[in-house]
């Protein structure tokens, strides 16, 4: 047999390009289980795992590898949801080749193990089979409330409910799972997906209460006079940020969260059996390139855009996306106008977007990033035709939730102020985690605080 360093990573099959532009069907069609055990035999199983340290919720690694090579699936399932409470997310959307993977020993040589596929095998497999967690009993009963559904809440949910914990979540919207169901398209995540994990944290006794609005019809203060020992909040950051040029106003120009969420939780894509209005543009441009502008530009692509352009001031080199969603997105027939900037954006004879007025940019120094700032390029304007312009710049605290409770410590940026190693915030037996933290970040992260929040209202609580 060769030794695992020298056997190649094992490649996802993908839907074919010219296919999937079509549809929102998942891309990605994962392993079987032959192509799982093939991969989990390329782990080393070191004796000290430097992959776990990458890992925000600590995922035991090399342990539910080993099941997986042994083919007790059920086993590496167990091992997974010990420390993950949705390890077929994870498995998704997860950014694995900038934690986990890139701490395996084998990129020394080659190619890490594909953990994240193997996650998402495993957790598949179990979610097909309904397989559900043994629930640990609990001499107390914590009464203990989750400000919205996102990642950092179900998985604060998941880990307190698993230790017999009463759990309630209030989710502002009509339906539970914050970003994961607005944010991320059908095609990267599937809705079914998230329902499926959700309905797992209510096997275990979990209750989730959806149009309860943090900061309005659910305060902090009430929650305490029901009862409740702590409070989670976890309600993300959903204010868009903008260019601040003139024309951004215009019909035709709208933020990544709004465009995302007509299209994902809204249903659009599955017009006309779903009414939701969207605005579909032919000529698309999206600003910016992170995974939103990634899935802005790729779900424009499936909703009938002729063109899709990616406008970003730095080079390719710069783009913060995954490399896996940048590489689709160009597979899928996206554009990218690297080292230029929005000017304005202009109008046509109808009072509705028309073109946008870009500018060249060049690399200079270094910004506080450590990436290079871009810098204006004299007489470079150029102009380029678009009828939809996406604007994906990342997120602020919405101050729905901020201002209508002024009791909690904010940072300089207008975040919540949490202590590090628990994150509870500056009102006692209140913590927070996730983006409306840490400013837009990614879901395992999100988890990773959720987790470490959870651990220390265990502490207190739960006997």
């Known amino acids: 047999m ?8 094992t490649e996802m099959p993908c839907q074919d390009p010219k296919e999937r532009i079509k549809n929102f069907n998942e891309v990605a069609l994962g392993y ?10 390329r782990c080393l199983q070191c004796k000290n795992p430097t992959c776990r340290k990458g890992c925000p919720v600590e995922v035991r690694i090399p342990e539910f590898i080993a099941e997986v090579a042994n083919g007790d699936l059920c086993k ?45 095998f495993v957790a598949d497999t179990a979610l097909c089979a309904n397989t559900k967690p043994e629930i640990k009993p609990s001499a107390q009963k914590a009464k203990i409330a989750c400000i919205g559904s996102g990642p950092a809440s179900l998985t604060c949910a998941g880990y307190l409910a698993n230790l017999g914990a009463k759990v309630t979540i209030f989710e502002g919207l009509h339906e539970p799972g914050g970003v994961l169901v607005y944010g991320i398209p059908e095609f990267r995540l599937p809705k079914s997906i998230v329902h499926q994990e959700l309905d797992g944290l209510i096997a275990q006794g979990v209750d989730i209460k ?17 009862g409740y020992d702590a409070i989670f909040i976890g309600v993300g950051a959903g204010l868009p940020q903008f260019l601040n040029v003139p024309g951004e106003n215009l019909v035709g120009v709208f933020s990544a969260n709004e465009y995302l969420t007509r299209i994902n939780l809204g249903r659009a894509y599955d017009f006309p059996n779903h009414d939701t209005p969207y605005y579909a543009g032919k000529k698309v441009t999206v600003f910016g390139a992170g995974n939103v502008a990634m899935d802005a530009a790729r779900t424009a692509m499936r909703m009938g855009a002729e063109s899709v352009h ?8 710069e783009m913060p996306a995954r490399l896996e969603e940048i590489e689709h997105a160009f597979e899928e027939g996206v554009q990218l106008l690297e080292l230029s900037a929005p000017l304005k954006f202009n109008s046509n004879e109808t009072g509705k977007l028309a073109s946008v007025t870009l500018q060249k940019m060049e690399l200079g120094e270094p910004d506080a990033s450590g990436r290079r700032s871009p810098v204006p390029l004299a007489n470079s304007e150029f102009e380029l035709e678009t009828d939809l312009a996406i604007v994906a710049l990342g997120t602020r605290p919405n101050p729905l939730f901020i201002h209508n409770t002024p009791e909690l410590a904010l940072s300089k940026k207008g975040y919540i102020q949490v202590n590090e190693e ?13 983006d409306i933290v840490t400013g837009a970040a990614t879901v395992i992260l999100a988890m990773g605080a959720g987790r470490k929040a959870a651990m220390e209202i265990a502490k207190r609580f739960i006997k």
Do not use: W
């Open 2 to 9: 060769q030794k695992a360093t020298k056997l190649p990573r």
């Open 32 to 41: 079987t289980k032959e192509m799982a055990q093939a991969e989990a035999s």
């Open 210 to 226: 959806t149009s309860f609005v943090g900061g309005t019809t659910v305060t902090l203060n009430s929650l305490f006079k029901e």
């Open 310 to 317: 990616i406008v970003y001031r730095r080079s390719r080199a």
């Open 422 to 434: 628990t994150n509870e915030t500056s009102v006692p037996n209140v913590f927070a985690g996730g």
């Open 76 to 120: 590496a399932y167990e091992i997974l949801k010990s420390t993950n409470s949705l390890p077929a997310v994870c498995g998704r959307v997860c950014p694995q080749e900038k934690q986990c993977e890139a701490k395996c020993i084998l990129t020394h040589k080659g190619d890490a193990v594909a953990i994240g596929r193997l996650e998402r």
